[in-house]
């Protein structure tokens, strides 16, 4: 049975610890409310990381890495896991997908506003919305800006 408590007291941890405590109970919860199993402890979990050098480097985003399982079957268990680029993940999760769950995907990625998810984008399309996401970052850019008086 997995201990649902630290190894020890939060309070006799450091900040940072306390951060990767959080860090391993929010991926074992995301886990099991997908009904995945997770059968990692704390102690494996925090080593796993440390090993693969990216710690400092895991999380969402195109840069970051993730903790993935193989073939993404099975449950988080020592010998089922790897650390992987968010890249690497995503490419993996729709090479390995059956013809049935890949059009589930694509339709639940439709479903979440991400329209052109699983269809090949025209060259008109990347380059409205090229321009569109560079035309938000210089707006964003320039509110936070204070004007000079000349």
């Not at 010998?79 to 890249?87: E, F, L, M, P, R």
């Amino acid at each position: 049975m997995r201990r649902r408590h630290p190894p020890v007291s939060e309070a006799l941890m450091t900040t940072e610890e306390q951060k990767l405590y959080v860090a391993f109970r929010k991926q074992r919860s995301n886990a099991e409310g997908n009904g995945i199993g997770f059968l990692l402890t704390f102690e494996e979990w925090t080593t796993v990381w440390e090993e693969s050098g990216h710690l400092h480097e895991r999380g969402r985003g195109k840069n970051k890495y993730v903790m993935a399982r193989y073939g993404d079957r099975g449950p988080y268990a020592i010998d089922n896991i790897k650390i992987i680029s968010n890249i690497d993940n995503v490419r993996e999760a729709y090479n390995n997908k059956t013809p049935e769950e890949l059009e589930n995907w694509k339709e639940s990625m439709r479903r979440n506003g991400q329209k052109s998810a699983g269809r090949e984008q025209t060259i008109e399309t990347r380059t409205k919305r090229s321009i569109s996401v560079k035309a938000a970052r210089a707006k964003k850019y320039w509110s936070g800006k204070k004007r000079s008086s000349s």
